[in-house]
């Protein structure tokens, strides 16, 4: 049966920081073809030569990050205070999201990221609107909010955090969908009921699981390969490190090569690092690449490392990457160890650990028939699992239940 369906998103392609916007364009287009009425509502930031959809609707707040301004620079204590308030309050994405539910009265209102866009402004719209609403979760966003002070946190006094949030309504839904049981386990824990949850995990885009080109020759030095964004919880000097034992230690001339973007302080801190280490002609910093060149690197790369160090809710990197028949090495932060099963699949090292890392590398290295072998099996699991069309058919049939439900809601406050 078709369905009207409204998703909101606080990013949606090409304005991406990370898996979870570029699964909610596959998901959304992947549902249009399907039949069904998708709009999509997004925050305003648009790509100059880029035009959207009809049914893809640029409305919401610009997103906000309040650690940093709009060119990169850090913000000082009293800006990130304000842009702290700004990214959890904003009454025009609250309207927004009641005007435009009441407009087009989808069948389901389904949601992704809504963090940066006024937040808790958005939370409190859900309360006025009757229909059923389907929460995805990607990423710990919800929690965020009521997460313990770090001292790495926006605005580290708990009380002022408090202070600039205010009350926080309780989550209104129908049912709730996880990436993974890594993400499951952790809102099970802040309270949520475990019986709403399903897990269904993402998926990889078709474009990655065409068949490989002619396989390139041997290099003349073996390449590894990180994509990704350049952040610390990516565990990139986790791999740059591992990278320095392999040169320097056991004596393999391999060469690095690091595909993404991020904070340019932390990129220049990952080109310190390699420089004083003389790594130097063994790394290279290929930025961002447009998709079809990303595919070529994967084939191109004798081995893929995966080193993050946070509790990662899924993980695409590890996805493209057995699509495309590469050996990877993970660590075991969060869901990659679900994904990458080692010895069977890939290999799996102890987060943090680049001793680990590096010894698993240099196996793989030595070992052209294991790493080919890792490699078909991984593109097996691709192939079985974790497909759209797998992915789309589940989600599918969740939202026709959602609607179904009729409105037989949970309220939960973490």
Not at 27 to 55: C, I, K, Q, S
Request: glycine share 8%.
């Amino acid at each position: 049966m078709v369905m009207r369906v409204l998703m909101l998103s606080n990013r949606y392609p090409p304005n991406v920081s990370g898996g979870a916007e570029i699964a909610a364009g596959d998901m959304a287009v992947a549902l249009r073809r399907r039949g069904h009425d998708v709009r999509v509502l997004t925050a305003r930031d648009p790509v100059n030569g880029y035009e959207d959809e009809p049914w893809v609707a640029r409305r919401l707040r610009k997103v906000i990050d309040p650690a940093r301004g709009p060119h990169g620079e850090t913000r000082s204590a009293l800006t990130r205070t304000l842009a702290f308030y700004r990214q959890t309050h904003s009454h025009r994405s609250s309207r927004t999201v009641s005007r435009e539910a009441a407009r087009l009265r989808p069948d389901v209102l389904y949601l992704w990221d809504v963090s940066g866009i006024g937040l808790v402004s958005v939370l409190r719209a859900l309360h006025s609107l009757t229909l059923p609403i389907v929460f995805q979760l990607g990423s710990y966003w919800w929690q965020y909010i009521n997460a313990p002070q770090t001292p790495f946190s926006t605005v580290r006094a708990a009380w002022l955090k408090k202070l600039i949030i205010g009350p926080v309504p309780a989550l209104r839904f129908t049912s709730l969908i996880a990436t993974s049981d890594t993400v499951k386990r952790a809102y099970v824990r802040a309270g949520c009921p475990p019986e709403r949850i399903e897990v269904i995990d993402n998926a990889v885009d078709a474009g990655f699981l065409r068949a490989p080109g002619e396989a390139p020759g041997r290099h003349a030095r073996p390449v590894l390969m990180y994509a990704g964004r350049l952040c610390a919880e990516k565990g990139v000097t986790v791999a740059l490190h591992s990278v320095d034992q392999l040169v320097h230690r056991h004596g393999i001339d391999v060469e690095m090569r690091i595909f993404g973007a991020g904070d340019p302080r932390y990129e220049q801190r990952l080109r310190e690092l390699v420089a004083s280490r003389s790594l130097e002609r063994h790394v290279v910093f290929c930025g961002l690449v447009p998709r079809e060149r990303l595919i070529a690197a994967y084939d191109e790369a004798d081995v893929v490392l995966v080193p993050s160090l946070w509790q990662e809710p899924f993980g695409l990197v590890v996805l493209e990457a057995m699509a495309r028949g590469a050996a990877v090495v993970a660590s075991d932060a969060g869901a990659l160890a679900a994904v990458v099963r080692d010895g069977e699949n890939g290999r799996v090292v102890p987060a943090g650990d680049a001793d680990a890392m590096a010894i698993a590398v240099r196996e793989l290295l030595r070992d052209d028939r294991e790493r080919g072998r890792l490699g078909a099996a991984g593109r097996r699991a691709v192939e079985e699992r974790y497909t759209l069309d797998v992915c789309v058919s589940r989600v599918e049939r969740h939202l026709e239940r959602a609607r179904a439900l009729d409105l037989q809601e949970s309220r939960w406050t973490a």
